[in-house]
């Protein structure tokens, strides 16, 4: 007697128990009319290796489930019982037909359709494709329509029959992709729209039980708030990122929750909680380790808590430190980041012009429009440009330079 081990190997991938796989046989055997039924011991005898060939109707169930021939389980029948070859053609004709039984009847009761690591695999790939679009472009009407599309997705197979991990990494996903919506919103200054997206992702977050999306969240929710000026409301959300599992138990993310934590003191002018949150962000920094995370917490890492520090010294009147920590920034920074490197590179120009170098800051912003060239400005840059061009005014009215630059690139952030 051998382990079944492909069935095994099976079950891990769909996310199955065996009393899982018990219940979704068992929907199988009633959708083809069949009264028999299996329990948690048939499956036993099926992994162990107890009962290699199962009766035809559990073996269609199988089929069913896995979607593929009962041979591919790790299934072998006894010689005197062997079953014809059939081609390829065949197995496809008989799922097929099956499949179309259960996909036009509505997901309910016995005929549902079975959702696993598959399809959350697909949903989890097409999430980290539009998550790399944000880091080209920024946010855009089009990239948060499709993040609401993937979130339907991801909430439309709960209907199917799945285990209860496949459901919380679906509700997981769901989370993710609507959080996605809402900082596309950001970047594209719909505030009042992203904080809908932003209330139902923090919804599905914790139906999800999984708090690293609730940290992606309420690092949302600070961005939004900082948005609003709101920054009390910032930071309260940034330590609520802090309270959270997942940022106890990964010094990465604890950093990214200190230093949002950071730039909402640094905004209320205390400088001595952004300093302090600013040296527990860089200390948690150094204690992370390589290690696989979602792709939304790509951005964050040396790069962007330098970024992170030169907003906050400026904002703290450090200006030549924030320029400082605006070139590290811009070293550190991959390439493919372009949208964080425009931000980064504006805020270079802001820590120059407060410290009067008015024709240097000038000349430093031509670098966010070529970094951008080819797409539009997101909203949030163009409103970072527009700030640019009133400190400009206010600190150099006469002068040249300041003229010459809105003359040049008025119509471009504000307009593009």
């Not at 999306?213 to 990122?241: E, F, I, K, S």
């Not at 425009?342 to 240097?360: D, I, M, N, P």
């Not at 640019?388 to 300041?402: E, G, I, K, V």
Request: a positive charge; aromatic letters at 6%.
């Amino acid at each position: 007697m051998t382990e079944n081990s492909r069935l095994k190997f099976k079950m891990e991938q769909l996310g199955l128990t065996q009393r899982e796989l018990a219940l979704a046989v068992n929907d199988h055997l009633r959708a083809a009319g069949e009264h028999d039924t299996v329990s948690e011991r048939t499956v036993r005898t099926w992994l162990t290796g107890r009962s290699t060939w199962p009766r035809k109707a559990k073996r269609r169930a199988l089929e069913g489930v896995f979607r593929c021939p009962v041979e591919e389980l790790g299934f072998t029948p006894p010689p005197s019982n062997a079953r014809p070859k059939e081609g390829p053609h065949v197995f496809r004709r008989t799922f097929i037909s099956s499949s179309v039984g259960v996909a036009a009847s509505p997901l309910i009761g016995s005929r549902r359709l079975t959702v696993g690591a598959p399809d959350v695999a697909r949903l989890r790939e097409r999430l980290d494709a539009l998550t790399a679009l944000d880091d080209q472009r920024g946010g855009h009407l089009e990239l948060e329509e499709a993040t609401l599309q993937g979130a339907r997705e991801a909430l439309e197979l709960q209907k199917g029959s799945a285990s209860q991990r496949i459901r919380l990494r679906l509700f997981s996903l769901a989370a993710s992709y609507t959080t996605n919506a809402a900082w596309s919103c950001i970047d594209a200054r719909q505030l009042d729209r992203a904080q809908v997206h932003l209330n139902e992702a923090l919804r599905l977050a914790g139906m999800a039980q999984d708090s690293i999306a609730q940290v992606q969240v309420w690092n949302a929710t600070a961005m939004l708030a900082h948005q609003r000026r709101d920054h009390g409301g910032a930071v309260a959300a940034a330590q609520a990122a802090q309270a959270l599992g997942a940022t106890r138990r990964d010094p990465m993310v604890a950093s990214l929750a200190h230093a949002r934590t950071a730039l909402g003191h640094s905004n209320l002018r205390d400088g001595t909680a952004a300093l302090r949150s600013l040296r527990y962000a860089e200390s948690a920094l150094l204690k992370a380790k390589p290690e696989p995370r979602p792709s939304w917490m790509q951005f964050y890492g040396v790069a962007e808590l330098h970024a992170l520090t030169a907003i906050v010294l400026d904002r703290l009147g450090e200006h030549p430190a924030a320029e400082a920590a605006s070139y590290r920034a811009l070293s550190a920074l991959p390439q493919h980041f372009r949208r964080n490197r425009a931000l980064a590179t504006a805020r270079l120009a802001f820590s120059q012009l407060h410290q009067g170098e008015v024709e240097q800051a000038c000349a430093t912003t031509e670098g966010v429009f070529s970094l951008m060239e080819g797409t539009p400005l997101p909203a949030r840059m163009r409103s970072l440009l527009g700030d640019f061009y009133r400190d400009l005014l206010t600190l150099a009215p006469d002068a040249s330079t300041a003229r010459a630059w809105g003359d040049r690139y008025r119509s471009e952030w504000s307009t593009t």
